[in-house]
């Protein structure tokens, strides 16, 4: 049976369909509205086998980290188009729509879950999930990159932190699917884009010492969420001991809060705007994100440098933190003791 492929093709003349053989692709040559290209033919070639069986996750075709550039020098007079979508293609088949929002989980070639993505994102005021859910095809390009660190939650949303943004080195990797009660697995590979000169021993350097500073940020930023937990459960029982006229207690406690100030504006400059980082030096967290921005390519003797200097004062604010966690301890017992709520179990030092 035939059935209409548009796609997004407009109704006209088409004077010539190739197939691009390397990738696959297909290539539609119209008269009026240029190259029309498909990206990656597999789902619709094995389509009557996927709708055959009700649900289908497809193998991903390799995919290229090519290194992206901005040169628009000249598209202004002549013809420029889209870049094709970059990442890795994840096309699945589904006779019905799942409940929730589907999810999928990339694993590196150890089996270990790199990436997961699931959930809800507004988009015109709506929830819209970040597969798509439809009946019939759908695609989700994963952008190569792995989960990302632990956001500060007191910072404004700018400011939190990314939610991905280290890329993963070229190898063999595997997506995990869900559909109507059946778990796929497909295996593909990542290759480095064919112009670069980078070696996989560099690849894997970089991707390394990203996830060694993505794990110090992510650990500064627990840090300042319990520091904001304490805020909060001081102020209150500040407020309470005023208002009981324990002057001891009130003391301890203002203590306590000056303390908690001096470690926080330690950890971090706590920007607000972009104008902030002009006006003032970073701190701990503004340090290792520069050190990790520098470590994103390859890693040379001044960003090793730089890295061993961060990490020294990494060690030095974890200590900060740790001692402070730990002289909480006499305050939390006289806060017990008047009856008001004490330090939060979720605050404990870092490691």
Known sequence: AWHPFLNGISHVSV????????????LIATHGRSVYVMDDMRPIQELQAAVARGAWLFQPRVSYEY???????????RYAADNPPYGVLIDFYQAQV????????????NGHVIR??????????????????????????????IDGPVKY????????????????????YAVRMTLSGHTYLQRFMVK????????????????????HLQALFSTVDVMLNNLDTVRKTLADAFD????????????????????????????????????????????????????????????TPPVTDYVHRVEGEYANGVSRYNAYVRSLSVLDASLKSAGLASIPSTVKEVH
């Open 67 to 77: 290194s992206l550039h901005e040169n628009d020098e000249g598209t202004y007079t």
């Open 192 to 211: 480095p884009d064919p112009r670069s000169h980078f070696t996989q021993a560099e690849y894997e350097q970089t991707y390394a010492l990203g996830k």
């Open 240 to 299: 309470s001991a005023q208002k009981a006229k324990n002057t001891s207690l009130a003391g301890q406690i203002a203590a306590a809060q000056s303390a908690r100030d001096a470690v926080f504006n330690s950890l971090t400059a706590n920007y607000q705007n972009s104008e902030d980082s002009i006006e003032e030096a970073g701190k701990l967290r503004e340090d290792i994100e520069s050190a990790f921005f520098s470590a994103l390519g390859l890693v």
């Open 15 to 26: 004077h010539d369909i190739r197939m691009q053989p390397a990738f696959d692709d297909l």
């Open 153 to 172: 939650n007191g910072a404004p949303e700018m400011f939190q932190g990314p939610d991905t943004i280290i890329g993963v080195p070229p190898g063999e």
């Open 98 to 109: 799942q409940r929730g929002a589907p999810s999928l989980q990339i694993l590196d070639a």
């Open 116 to 145: 997961s993505i699931s959930g809800t994102h507004k988009v015109g005021g709506k929830d819209v999930p970040y597969i798509p859910n439809k009946v019939g095809l759908n695609r989700y390009v994963w952008g190569f990159t």
